[in-house]
């Protein structure tokens, strides 16, 4: 019988698991338009990505740690960018996906990075991928 893993190992996948559902469903149904193939598989992409890393870190894979880090940095840098520029209503569109996206996933990630630095992470995330 498998028992849950400690609580540092669960959120972090169940943000990613989130994360990934949320883009998906935000780049589907907020588009403005009925979904076709193109949207719909691109949404699919990026939710797998999500889901792949979430499956990882799950398992406690420390190659999956990295790939949170360097995903956490780069939503953070990116989502941020687009929230100033949101909020100092430049004459830009945001479509709401970007918008919802990045009003979760800043302050998410900044948490998720934090922890993921520390050293309890380092212990629970020890095992390599081979």
Known sequence: MRTIPPRGVWIPALFFVVSGTLD???????????????????????????????????NRFALSRS??????????????AALLLALTRQPLHFPLSIVVGSAFEVPSCVLLFGYLRSPEASALFGRPLF
Do not use: K
Request: hydrophobic share 65%; proline share 2%.
């Open 24 to 58: 998906a469903a935000l780049s589907v149904f907020a588009s403005g338009r009925a979904p076709d193939f193109d949207v719909v598989w691109a949404a699919a992409g990026r939710a797998l990505m999500s889901l792949i890393v979430a499956l990882g870190l799950w």
């Open 67 to 80: 790939f949170a880090l360097v995903y956490c940095i780069a939503s953070v840098l990116t989502y941020s």
